[in-house]
C-alpha cells in the first residue's frame, strides 16, 4: 500500500474554478459584514442583523407542540418559546406563575402592544426572564410563506428603554426566526417532536417554520452586557424592518414594514446563591459560589494566577452543564452568555450562560466544567 | 495546527468572526476537495460542492455544540452537497448534452486517474479512511452504512487500486 498511502498523502493543487467558486463564498460571508457595519444608531442601542444573529446566536431551543395533553396547562408558552428554551409542562406552569414568565396572548389588555403594518402584524408572544437573561418571542401574522423559503427580517432592533449613555443600557441579543429545529440532549439537532431531521429531495434540510395557523415565530435570547446589571422589569424595545425571505446568506424582501414593539419585562427573581469553594482542577480557578436561576446561572470564581489570554478568550472556565441529583446529565445545557474578569487585578473571574432548556435549581447537584479549551470537561460538586 | 488552535477557531467563528471562519475552512480546504473530487469527479461540480459546503457551514455554525466533531460535520454536510449534485446532474444530463471534461479537470491527473481505477462504491471509504484519516465507526456514521459494509469497500477499493499500480 506504499504506492496507495502516496496517493492519499500527495500533494494537490486547487483548481481556479475551485479556488473562484470557495472565494466568491467567502466574499458573500464578509459581505455580509459590510451590511452589518452600517449601523447609524449604535451609541445607545444594540444592533443585530436578523442572519447574523441567527449565525452567532449558539443556542436553539426546545419546542414541544401544544398537544391535547397539555390541555390541563393555564399557560400555554408560545411555540417558539419552547424553541427558545425548553421547558415541561410543569416548568411552564410554575415559571408563569411566579411572574419569571409571561404569556401576552393570555391578558386582553396586553392586545395593544401588537404592530400591524402592510397587512402584517407582529405581537409579542411570551418572555422569560431573570436577572441577567431575557427569553422572548414574537408571532407574526399575515404573511405567507412559499416552500422551502427561509424567512427572516431585514433588520431587527433590539435596546433597552435608555436610562443613560451608559453601559448599563446596553443589552446582548441575539435572534432568530423559529424553524421547528431544536438540540436534544446530546446537542445535535432535532425537529421539536424528538424525530431526526429529514431532507428535500435537492438536499436541504426541511424546516417547519409556521404553525398550524400559518403563523411564523420570532425568538430572541437577550442578556446584560454589565455583567452587574438586571434584566427585570426592563421596558425593551425591539424594532422589526422589512420581512422576507433569505436564500445563502442574501435577503430578499417581500413586504416592506417597520413593526416597533414595546413590552416590560416581568420583575420577579427566579435566582438564589450557592456556595460552592472548590478548586477547579488543573486550574487556578477556585468555584466560589454561583448565582443560579431556572434559565440561566453565573459562576463566580477567585483567580490565583490569571492565564495568559489569547485574543478573544479570557481562558475562564466554562460550565457546560449541569448534573442532577438523579444522575441526569445535562452536558449541553449552557447556550450563549460571556466570560471575563470582574476588574483589572484580575483575582476575580465570572463565567455567565443562559441554558437551552428550563431546569430545576434545587435538582442541581454538580457542575460541568470546561477548565480549559482542550482539557477534560471535570464535574464540581455544588451540594452534599 | 494544533487541535487546541482548531477548537478555538471553531468557538470564534461561532460568535461570528468571519476571518476566523475563513481561516478555518482554509484549513480543510484541501480535504473537501479531495472528498468532493474521490465523489464528483470533476473540477466544475466540486466547486460548486465547495461553495455550498461553507455556505452551509457559515449558516448552521451555531448548531454545532461540539467543536471536536466539526469536521465530521462539515465532512458530512460536503457529501449531502455533492449527492444533491449528482441528484441534479441525473435529472439534467442526458448524452446529448455530454460534454468532454473541461480544461479545469486537468488539475491533479493522477489522484483522479487513480480514483478512477476504483469502484466509485469504494472511492469514498477509501478517500475518507487513508486521506482523511477517519475511523471506520465515524465513516459508517457519516455514510449511514454498516461498519462491516465500510470495511469491506476500502479492502476491495484497496486491492483495485493495488491491482491499477501493478498494471501502470
Excluded at chain 1, 504506492?3 to 493543487?13: Q, T
Excluded at chain 1, 458573500?28 to 459584514?33: H, R
Excluded at chain 1, 468555584?287 to 494566577?305: A, F, Q, R
Excluded at chain 1, 484580575?346 to 430545576?360: E, L, N, P, Q
Amino acid at each position: 500500500m506504499s504506492k496507495n498511502k502516496n496517493l492519499f498523502s500527495e500533494e494537490i493543487e486547487l483548481s481556479e474554478i475551485v479556488l473562484k467558486k470557495t472565494n466568491q463564498a467567502f466574499e458573500m460571508i464578509q459581505k455580509e459584514d459590510i451590511d452589518y457595519m452600517k449601523r447609524a444608531d449604535m451609541e445607545s442601542r444594540r444592533l443585530f442583523k436578523t442572519r447574523a444573529a441567527a449565525v452567532a446566536c449558539v443556542c436553539i431551543v426546545a419546542v414541544r407542540s401544544v398537544t391535547a395533553a397539555a390541555a390541563a396547562i393555564h399557560h400555554y408558552w408560545g411555540r417558539g418559546m419552547n424553541g427558545n428554551i425548553q421547558a415541561s409542562d410543569d416548568q411552564q406552569q410554575t415559571l408563569t406563575e411566579k411572574n419569571v414568565a409571561k404569556v401576552y396572548e393570555e391578558d386582553p389588555d396586553d392586545s395593544s402592544l401588537s404592530v400591524t403594518d402592510s397587512g402584517i402584524t407582529i405581537a409579542p408572544n411570551t418572555v422569560v426572564v431573570d436577572e441577567r437573561f431575557a427569553y422572548m418571542s414574537f408571532k407574526i401574522s399575515g404573511y405567507s410563506l412559499e416552500d422551502k423559503a427561509e424567512p427572516g427580517f431585514e433588520r431587527v432592533n433590539v435596546y433597552q428603554e435608555d436610562q443613560s449613555a451608559d453601559d448599563a443600557s446596553h443589552i446582548n441579543t441575539s435572534g432568530t426566526m423559529y424553524d421547528g429545529i431544536i438540540p436534544d440532549e446530546n446537542g445535535q439537532p432535532v425537529y421539536e417532536d424528538g424525530t431526526p431531521l429529514e431532507n428535500y429531495e435537492d438536499g436541504s434540510t426541511i424546516c417547519h417554520y409556521t404553525d398550524s395557523n400559518g403563523d411564523l415565530e420570532y425568538i430572541i435570547q437577550a442578556y446584560v452586557s454589565d455583567v452587574n446589571g438586571s434584566m427585570l422589569g426592563k421596558t425593551i424595545h425591539v424594532d422589526f424592518k422589512n420581512l422576507g425571505t433569505f436564500a445563502k446568506a442574501e435577503f430578499t424582501p417581500a413586504v416592506e414594514g417597520k413593526w416597533d414593539l414595546e413590552i416590560t419585562l416581568p420583575d420577579a427573581s427566579s435566582a438564589q446563591t450557592i456556595e460552592v469553594g472548590k478548586k477547579v482542577a488543573g486550574t487556578e480557578f477556585t468555584l466560589d459560589n454561583i448565582d443560579i436561576s431556572p434559565i440561566s446561572m453565573k459562576v463566580n470564581y477567585s483567580v490565583g494566577e490569571a492565564p495568559a489570554e489569547d485574543d478573544d478568550n479570557f481562558c475562564v472556565p466554562q460550565v457546560e452543564g449541569v448534573v442532577l441529583k438523579d444522575g441526569t446529565r445535562i452536558p449541553y445545557l449552557a447556550d450563549g452568555g460571556m466570560s471575563g474578569y470582574v476588574d483589572s487585578s484580575k483575582s476575580k473571574a465570572y463565567h455567565m450562560t443562559g441554558y437551552d432548556r428550563v431546569i430545576d435549581v434545587d435538582e442541581v447537584a454538580a457542575l460541568i466544567v470546561l477548565p480549559s479549551f482542550g482539557s477534560d470537561r471535570v464535574e464540581i460538586a455544588i451540594s452534599e | 495546527m494544533k487541535s487546541n488552535e482548531t477548537k478555538f477557531l471553531i468557538k470564534k467563528a461561532q460568535r461570528h468572526d468571519k476571518d476566523a471562519f475563513t481561516e478555518l475552512m482554509q484549513l480543510y480546504m484541501k480535504d473537501m476537495y479531495r472528498t468532493a473530487i474521490a465523489i464528483l469527479m470533476n473540477e466544475e461540480d466540486a466547486a460548486d460542492a465547495l461553495q455550498d459546503t461553507i455556505l452551509t457551514c457559515w449558516e448552521k455554525l451555531y448548531m454545532l455544540k461540539k467543536p471536536e466533531f466539526f469536521k465530521t460535520w462539515m465532512t458530512r454536510i460536503l457529501i449531502n452537497h455533492c449527492y444533491d449534485i449528482i441528484r441534479g446532474n441525473s435529472v439534467y444530463t442526458n448524452m446529448e448534452s455530454y460534454e468532454e471534461p473541461s480544461k479545469c479537470d486537468e488539475y491533479n491527473i493522477e489522484l483522479k486517474e487513480a480514483y478512477a481505477s476504483i469502484n466509485e462504491r469504494y472511492r469514498l471509504p477509501m478517500e475518507l479512511y487513508y486521506g482523511q484519516g477517519f475511523k471506520m465507526r465515524e465513516i459508517a456514521e457519516m455514510l449511514s452504512l454498516p461498519l462491516n459494509t465500510i470495511k469491506t469497500r476500502v479492502a476491495r477499493g484497496r486491492k483495485e487500486l493495488k491491482e491499477y499500480y501493478r498494471d501502470c
